[in-house]
């Protein structure tokens, strides 16, 4: 079973960038899919990105396409989601998420895996 840390939320101004970081910690990440997701106050929680660890295949929502950016470290065991030109409406709760599949799933309910969660927060 693995577990997730996530860390890089914070505050920063619209059109600024945040790194985000998903370490898995009790086994690595081989054979797994990683997710990335957002909850702002009062929404369902929402798909972001995901990422394949075998070939690092990856996925975005429309929202994000074209600012986001999901990678992998082998090494460390940690999916990054580079965040840029950020807007205020990506403000929310980010969580990673991860599952078994092969597939990069965009569903919350199919990640069996979750993080804390990390806040970010985008000011106009």
């Known amino acids: 079973q693995v577990q997730l840390v996530e860390s890089g939320g914070g505050l920063v101004q619209a059109g600024g960038s945040l790194r985000l970081s998903c370490a898995a910690s009790g086994r690595s990440f081989s054979g797994y899919s990683v997710g990335w997701f957002r909850q702002a106050s009062g929404k369902e929680r929402e798909y972001v990105a995901g990422i394949r660890w075998s070939d690092s295949t990856t996925r975005y929502s429309d929202s994000v396409k074209g600012r986001f950016t999901i990678s992998r470290d082998n090494a460390k065991s940690t999916v990054y989601l580079q965040m840029d030109s950020l807007k205020p409406e990506d403000t929310a709760v980010y969580y990673c998420?991860?599952?078994?599949?092969?597939?990069?799933?965009?569903?919350?309910?199919?990640?069996?895996?979750w993080g804390q969660g990390t806040q970010v927060t985008v000011s106009s």
């Open positions: 998420a991860a599952s078994g599949s092969s597939w990069v799933l965009d569903t919350a309910t199919l990640y069996p895996y």
